[in-house]
């Protein structure tokens, strides 16, 4: 709609200051022509959008102008109260900036937007950490975070798993990430391109005198993205022919990776009985061992053979134990 479009405009100049017509259509997502039309509208209704002509002009607000927040709809007011994080944001050292500025937005809202909004905060709570596993000790997190906010470097000790284990590193943190529970840094420590560091493994770090500055066009959610596909590829090791049940199957999408469950989904049905054949990825035989016998008597693997004798092994000592 043209209104929320105006006020997407409006917006974008007072966060952001003075941005060209082209910025403003790349953001807004339309025409460099529709954007002009958009702030003529504008100025014609009393807000102060001049433009400057030249290479460094641009549109912008008369100095001091602001809006004042009236624009939210109810689900818009709804998803930023969701969107509130108390446990990522006190590990940053950010809990009760978090809580002042949601009593602050709170108290700007209406009194009928105000009360869904607090519905929000009543019937949904999200907890990011998986089942049976222990979140993150991340003492380094809030050192790691003032570095990326005032773009300087760090010094770290830093545990791999691999040799030699005990490294030290100067990091040029770009961004933190926060996946299924841990912490990560996107970083640069010489080389091409940055890399990930899981900052529980930061064992010592100390913040230096030294400002860099991130590559033009560096997207941290991009970068992110590309990592996760690179390492999801370079997971899989090998693929196992299965047979599994339909109780397998629903099992199977509780505990096993996306990528396996597509796999089973893609797989050839058998009648009578349900059951299907598929062609998994597969970590290692250790790791696809462990996996299957979750599944019991619901599942059959046809090949490998090594594969095949390990959970052949494994059942007939389960066997042996219970007699």
Known sequence: MRADRLLSLLLLLQNRGRMTAAELAAELEVSVRTVYRDVEALAASGVP????????????????YRTRLTGLTAGEAEA???????????????GPVLTAAELKLEAA?????????????????LDAPGWYRNADDVPHLPAVAAAVWQRRAVRVRYRRWYAPELVERRLEPYGVVLKA???????????????????????????????FAVPP?????????????????????????IRISPAGVERLREIAAPAVVE???AGTPEHPGGWRRAS????????????????GPQVEVLAPPDLRERLAAATRAMAALYG
Do not use: C, K
């Open 109 to 125: 809202l209406p009194e009928g937007l105000r009360r869904r909004a607090r519905r929000v905060r009543e019937r949904f709570h």
């Open 80 to 94: 930023l109260f969701l969107a509130g994080l108390p446990g990522p944001a006190a590990e940053l050292g950010l």
């Open 280 to 295: 998994i990825p597969i970590e290692s035989a250790t790791h696809a061992e462990g996996q299957l016998l979750m599944l």
């Open 49 to 64: 959008v001049y433009g400057e002509p030249g290479h460094d002009g641009g549109y912008a607000l008369l100095d001091g």
């Open 181 to 211: 529970g841990q912490w990560y840094v996107v970083a640069h420590a010489g080389g091409d391109a940055p890399r990930v560091y899981r900052i529980s493994q930061i064992l010592e770090l100390r913040p230096l005198d030294e400002e």
């Open 217 to 241: 066009g560096f997207d941290l959610a991009a970068h992110w993205q590309e990592h996760s596909e690179r390492l999801q590829e370079r997971l899989w090791q090998g693929r196992a022919e």
């Open 263 to 265: 796999a089973v989904d």
